[in-house]
């Protein structure tokens, strides 16, 4: 990552330029007036700056030229100090302009984080599998955080040093001559350049930085996200030195990266004393001469150290421009990142009278090589409810994922009441379709809130009517804060089976036409099984079920059994006259697959 051309700095006015257009739909207030007249008025105030610091230096010559000569200058002195009142970082034009840009940052940061936010969530399963959510909320993090900077960079610091640095040369040629104008541009020019080539050099150390600082936030987020797995293997030891390993190599790229900046100030020290040194020497020449007073000295001298301020700062704005063009390119890569699965452009809306599902010829496969569907057909009519059995890692689940259509098939074809689900927007797919899954996650949030989630709108009564059908009622009345009870992080509070009866709850109350149940009570004892089942048959009465399941128990009432081994249907029956055949087989075949297993 830290050597990859796709996240090199830009290397001229066109490479930045490009770059610079991406960030423009959330840099401008397109829909905002009112900002858009803070933005002008920002902008005014800076020219109004600019003017500011070109009078100071003159008004420092005229009041020692005054009081050389021993004139009255308490005029001169009054308005001496209200350009000081105006200038400068603590300035009234600076103050001013800070509060009226508050607004316009917050609309940049509000606009990416959003726009990033919903771009996420649009991602596709596999997308989110493959990547570690510490890293993926790092690069937002440093991404939003990058864009506002840049913006202020190069708006308030590195276009008015430029500008001053223009008008210092061309005031210091007309005022005196070209030596002095030629001195402040050789100066001027040697430091910017100096500083684009040093910067250049020590970028690379730079990205290795944010890669390792990366790689260190993904490993703690990943460790504390697994803290009962870690627990469990009692492996405490193990990431401890893990981190600490990380830890290190962030800190020998970031000893190293600090290291060339201290390398990078010295070079840019010495170029400014020496442009300062041919200046003050050339004045006093000219003193000696009597063709420059000491007031012009004086002037000379106040413009070059309020110029050389700024220019100080100059080498730390453009490091902070390229660290966070750097940065921006992850966020913007992941900005770009195409959804992999998408609803057409004019997708028709999805309307479910029966609830029939149909899978046609179904096949897919996560990787090409190795198939993990192969031409499954089967149907679930209105109604019905069909259970699929079979061995772990058979394609059960992917069943299930492909009806949501986290995934699209890559041949076949899945129909809800006839409609093919890659015509039809997937909002409605989803909305018609409860799930209780084998491992359920909950949000850290109430008992309440999680159970609410499959339909926002609902009242307490709905909620806690939802929570009694799945016999977990009597048990949230028993905590102390009842409904209002936080379940911790991905619902580590709560039991396995409470886990699963919150889950049951949510779909209760979802009231969905299609129900998925996943091993839905793998995690219940005997006796709270056959209330869930009971609340469970009477949740399903008259809908279309699909049933993932291990435990024959589970699916007694199914209509029909289908046995799912490598990826297809390798026995199948209708209703209950085949039940006891299937079972049999079922068994026999799970003994053959646990006996070549161990």
Known sequence: MADDPKYAPPQNIGDFLSRSKKLIPFLWPAHDIKLQVLIVICILLLVVGRIVNALLPYQNKVLVDRLTAGETIWKDILIFVGLRFLQGDVGILNTIQNLLWIPVGQFTTREISVKMFEHLLSLSLRFHHNRKTGEILRVQDRGVSSIVSILSSILFNIIPTLVDITIAIIYFTLAFDLFFGMIVFITMSLYIISTIIMTEWRTKYRRLTNQLDNAMEAKAVDSLLNYETVKLYAAEPFEVEQYTRAILDYQMADLKSNMTLYILNTAQNVTIQFGLLAGLLLCAVRISKNEMSIGDFVMYLSYILQLYAPLNWFGNYYRVIQKN???????????????????????????VKKGEVVFDNVSFSYDSKVPTLKNISFSIP???TVALVGPSGGGKSTILRLLFRFYDVQSGRILVDGQDIRHVRQRDLRSCIGIVPQDTVLFNDTIK??????????????????????????KILGFSEGYETKVGERGLRLSGGEKQRVAIARTLLKNPQIVLLDEATSALDTRTERHIQKSLRRMTANRTTLIIAHRLSTIVHADRILVVQDGEIVERGKFSKDYIRLCNYLLYKLMIYYRNAS
Do not use: C, W
């Open 325 to 351: 063009f750097v940065d921006m390119e992850k966020m913007l890569d992941l900005l770009q990142e195409p959804p992999e699965i998408k609803d057409l452009p004019q997708a028709a809306p999805l309307v």
């Open 382 to 384: 209105s109604g019905y």
């Open 449 to 474: 809130y999680n159970i609410r989630y499959s339909k926002i709108g609902a009242t307490d009564k709905q909620v806690e009517e939802a929570a009694s059908a799945a016999q977990i009622h009597d």
